[in-house]
T-cell receptor
Framework: DAGVIQSPRHEVTEMGQEVTLRCKPISGHNSLFWYRQTMMRGLELLIYFNNNVPIDDSGMPEDRFSAKMPNASFSTLKIQPSEPRDSAVYFC??????????????FGPGTRLLVL | DQQVKQNSPSLSVQEGRISILNCDYTNSMFDYFLWYKKYPAEGPTFLISISSIKDKNEDGRFTVFLNKSAKHLSLHIVPSQPGDSAVYFCAASAWGANSKLTFGKGITLSVRP
């Protein structure tokens, strides 16, 4: 079974440029999460969607960040304009709620972003 | 304010011995706990979980123990193998929190051959 797919795996860009990260969740999963990992702050939840609807975006650092989920099989995280402090590894994860109400999130391989 | 704390940043053990990774939490609403393992340049992978109605869950070499009164959980790996060398994240969620997981900062485990 294909897991969570993210693209690109690596992105190097210059400050001020627009960056778009992509994610395809596991088929059948109805929740999707975007995380950012840095040395200083560890794994931070940026935003998550349930049934394609944004539920909690309180982790989005500022208006330069936006995320969309136009359908159940695709999501994007966009940074415009990008800044050097956005350099991090960005992970996408998906999950499905079991009948017992418990969920396990499955992560993609991540996109390593470097903003020069 | 860190709600999930992994206070030891690293642990080194000999192959064949037991590895014990600790995690503390402050939010009494947490009722589901997970451990993830992460290799360099890969995403975290789910390892084992436990709900608050249990105090132990075992899966092969991996056992997670939960002490609700102390707000503490631990992951035991026995016997440890060199392939277990990775970063281990503890995570927690609360019923009704809409699936949101709170992660600790991780522990780097090194298993020496």
């Amino acid at each position: 079974d294909a897991g969570v797919i993210q693209s690109p795996r690596h992105e190097v860009t210059e400050m001020g440029q627009e960056v778009t990260l992509r994610c395809k969740p596991i088929s059948g999963h109805n929740s999707l999460f975007w995380y950012r990992q840095t040395m200083m702050r560890g794994l931070e939840l940026l935003i998550y969607f349930n049934n394609n609807v944004p539920i909690d975006d309180s982790g989005m650092p500022e208006d330069r960040f936006s995320a969309k989920m136009p359908n159940a099989s695709f999501s994007t995280l966009k940074i415009q304009p990008s800044e050097p402090r956005d350099s991090a590894v960005y992970f996408c994860a998906s999950s499905i709620r079991t009948s017992g109400g418990l969920e396990t999130q499955y992560f993609g391989p991540g996109t390593r972003l470097l903003v020069l | 304010d860190q709600q999930v704390k992994q206070n030891s940043p690293s642990l080194s053990v000999q192959e064949g011995r037991i590895s014990i990774l600790n995690c503390d939490y402050t939010n009494s609403m947490f009722d589901y706990f997970l451990w993830y393992k992460k290799y360099p340049a890969e995403g975290p992978t789910f390892l084992i979980s436990i709900s608050s109605i249990k105090d132990k869950n075992e899966d092969g070499r991996f056992t997670v123990f939960l002490n609700k009164s102390a707000k503490h959980l631990s992951l035991h790996i026995v016997p440890s193998q060199p392939g277990d060398s990775a970063v281990y994240f503890c995570a927690a969620s609360a019923w009704g929190a809409n699936s949101k997981l709170t992660f600790g900062k991780g522990i780097t485990l090194s298993v020496r051959p």
